[in-house]
């Protein structure tokens, strides 16, 4: 924040992911570099109920402090809960993405914003410390959602925040918004896709700031850090929306009058490196990424099983792609909605689409049992340079030049790193 007040292009990489490969990436390259790791569990993933990924917020903290710990994260042996750590805010932080009614939106208000509250209470009391107050999805009785009663509606969030027991003595930060891209990327494809406008994130921050007033939280409202904003960039199942700045440059101008606040921009996956460096320079400090890291992941599995292929014989493969299609047919509720067409088409789209609806299912424990097959399969020597090259040529190079280990998790770690070497690129 005081570097963008300061004329500074600096921001933050927001890695919304809790596919454990993608968290060890992103852990290794805050090592590496000493770049601020900030990693993000949206609502859907983590909530009091365990979300798709069986975690609660608390299983969640317990899970990135483990492999902070495993991957040599310094000081070893902290504990993110509590304020004994000797590891600083600056160094690690925790992020709730889309905390709200959002999963329960299809309720009555009176029933989804309390199970909301417990949302919110339930992260602060787990030690997360960046707080994305997400209100603008209707609930079920809503006939609409003016301004007014999402920023009401944020603002009750943000007491329940404010008055959850805490574990951590690291103060509180908020994101705001009513303009808030889907979660996961478009479920249509889209040509262009409209901005918001100046005049209406003027409205989200008066009247948000209204809100926070009229529940005695002006305390908490100057730990509001961002807005979140459509700046014009998304992406979907076929398709991604380059960031235009000349598009964005009156929101650009705005932010940069506001003392206290700099853009949190979400659905920035598959920006060209450009892209994102533009978009900082532009004050959107906060760049959110997900799919593309787990798609990330899913090429390096690919090219593996594609090497397994080429290396051992049928019976003894862990037909890992061929399993990911049985789980994904089995339980169709994680992409059926999003992907269209033809039975081809909805095939290729499993496989292959920029969605990654397919990150739902590398829990599932069949898919589980394939994948540490395939890993014990190509791990017991080095891979072929040959099938490198073919099937994972830059990661290749990047052993050749020893900035890599040759083993499958080393491959895998070595190609989310591309994704998100860019971000680092675009941030510091």
């Not at 020893?402 to 070595?414: C, R, T, V």
Request: proline share 6%; glycine share 6%.
């Amino acid at each position: 924040m005081s570097a963008q007040k300061r004329g500074e292009a600096r921001g933050v990489c927001s890695v919304c992911s809790a596919n454990r490969y993608v968290v060890e990436a992103a852990i290794l390259q805050g090592i590496e570099d000493g770049s601020t790791v900030l990693i993000e569990a949206t609502c859907n993933q983590v909530n009091q109920f365990g979300g798709y990924t069986g975690m609660t917020p608390a299983d969640f903290v317990a899970y990135v402090r483990n492999l902070a710990v495993q991957n040599g994260f310094s000081p070893p042996a902290s504990d993110l809960r509590h304020p004994t750590s000797n590891l600083q805010p600056s160094t690690l932080l925790l992020g709730g993405d889309h905390l709200g009614p959002s999963v329960w939106q299809n309720e009555p208000a009176a029933c989804a914003m309390p199970k909301a509250e417990t949302l919110v209470r339930d992260y602060v009391r787990a030690g997360f410390t960046k707080i994305h107050l997400d209100c603008s999805m209707p609930c079920a009785d809503d006939k609409n959602l003016p301004v007014k009663l999402a920023a009401e509606r944020t603002a009750q969030l943000a007491k329940a925040a404010e008055t959850a027991p805490r574990t951590t003595h690291h103060a509180l930060s908020y994101v705001i918004g009513t303009e808030v891209p889907i979660p996961g990327g478009a479920q249509e494809h889209e040509e262009g896709v409209q901005l918001t406008s100046v005049a209406d994130v003027q409205e989200t921050i008066v009247v948000t700031r209204a809100a926070f007033l009229r529940e005695g939280l002006e305390s908490a409202w100057e730990r509001v850090i961002a807005v979140v904003i459509q700046p014009g960039v998304e992406f979907g199942d076929d398709f991604v929306l380059d960031y235009d700045p000349a598009k964005a440059a009156e929101l650009a101008c705005f932010i940069d009058t506001q003392p206290n606040l700099v853009y949190e921009a979400h659905s920035t996956d598959y920006q060209t490196r450009a892209a994102l460096k533009a978009l900082v320079r532009d004050h959107f400090a906060i760049l959110k990424v997900g799919p593309a890291l787990t798609f990330a992941f899913r090429e390096a599995v690919f090219a593996l099983a594609l090497m397994e292929n080429e290396l051992l014989p049928a019976v003894e493969r862990s037909n890992i792609i061929a399993v990911l299609e049985d789980a994904m047919l089995r339980n169709p509720g994680h992409w059926q909605k999003h992907y269209h067409g033809s039975p081809a088409q909805q095939a290729f789209a499993r496989k292959y689409s920029l969605s990654d609806r397919l990150r739902y299912y590398w829990p599932d424990p069949q898919v589980q049992v394939a994948f540490e097959k395939l890993l014990a399969n190509l791990g017991q020597k080095p891979l072929p340079f040959s099938l490198l090259s073919q099937f994972a040529p830059r990661e290749y190079a990047k052993i050749r030049n020893g900035g890599s280990e040759n083993n499958p998790h080393a491959l895998i770690l070595s190609r989310i790193d591309r994704v998100l070497s860019d971000y680092n690129s675009a941030c510091s």
